[in-house]
DNA sequence: ATGGCTTCATAGTGAAGA
């Protein structure tokens, strides 16, 4: 089973990008971010011929989740359980017996923000409710652009971005909250290139500088995370003309039948 | 190493992203 992320900034100018990802990896689950379109606008006709049974909770301009699938998703929920949050960041399904859970955590804006206050508080239902999800099931893998970067390595110019937001020690030891939970960052398990991140700034050649943050990852239960045989980040996908700022990263795991 | 992109909503600028 091959799963992947990628919050595409904009799925509306991104499908292209999105349809040609499809076509190279075949992903059986993909997973959406900052898709900033309306329910009734999404583009469903196209990706359902492109062989891709899609869930989605969007909103006009800002956020908006997506589950791209090729075998029908069951069990769809959209949000954080009890939690009241207008802005449309969570969307979740079970294909082939794997709990996916897409997430578009808060940016925060800055450490001094009302914003950053909601990532926190995001953070601390977020938890809560995986802490659940985990007891239901034990297949469970959680995606998104978690707008963390969890170590130094992780992170360009540590030194500059101590305490910022993003690499803030608060929003760390949330990352962290989720690993006590049991869940496995899939990029660690395995040798990585030095420097290698899913972010970089449209502004000061940020990509061609490798001015970078890995903030967009796949967590996986313990039971996945045995079953875990890659994960990597498509940087090439960021090289592209009019890129999203993200690249995606894809997961792939071997699902042993019950 | 941040003002210096990109997108969206909107009709000339402003918000937001990270």
């Known amino acids: 089973m091959k799963i992947a992320t990628w919050n595409v900034n904009s799925l ?46 969007g909103q006009k301009t800002y956020n908006g989740v997506a589950l791209l699938c090729r075998a029908k998703p069951e069990d769809v929920s959209v949000g954080i359980p009890d939690f009241d949050d207008p802005q449309k960041r969570v969307i979740a399904g079970t294909v082939s017996g794997v709990r996916v859970i897409c997430v578009y955590i808060p940016n925060g804006e800055s450490v001094e923000s009302d914003k950053y206050k909601y990532k926190l ?15 239901k099931y034990p297949r ?20 500059f971005w101590e305490g910022k937001v993003l690499f803030s020690e608060p929003e760390k030891a949330a990352f962290r909250d989720m690993i ?12 990585q290139p030095e420097k290698a991140y899913s972010w970089w700034d449209y502004r000061m050649n940020g990509f061609k500088r490798n001015l ?17 045989k890659s994960c990597s980040i498509s940087r090439d996908m960021r ?20």
Not at 121 to 135: I, P, S, V
């Open 212 to 228: 970078g943050l890995r903030i967009d990852h796949i967590l996986l239960s313990a039971e996945l995370a045995k079953n875990c």
């Open 12 to 57: 509306k100018v991104r499908l292209e990008q999105v349809l040609e990802f499809l076509a190279a990896e075949a992903p059986d689950v993909l997973c959406l971010q900052e898709t900033k379109t309306e329910d009734v606008n999404f583009p469903l006709a196209v990706l359902t011929a492109a062989g891709y049974q899609p869930v989605y909770s």
């Open 239 to 258: 090289a592209k003309e009019r890129p999203s700022d993200h690249a995606p990263v894809i997961a792939e795991i071997q699902i042993e039948e019950i």
């Open 140 to 159: 469970l893998a959680l995606l998104g652009d978690y707008n963390i970067a969890p170590e130094e390595r992780d992170v360009h110019d540590p030194k």
């Open 121 to 135: 508080d995001w953070l601390a239902w977020l938890n809560g409710w995986l802490k659940k999800e985990l007891n």
């Open 180 to 191: 006590a939970l049991g869940l496995v960052d899939s990029f660690r398990l395995f040798d």
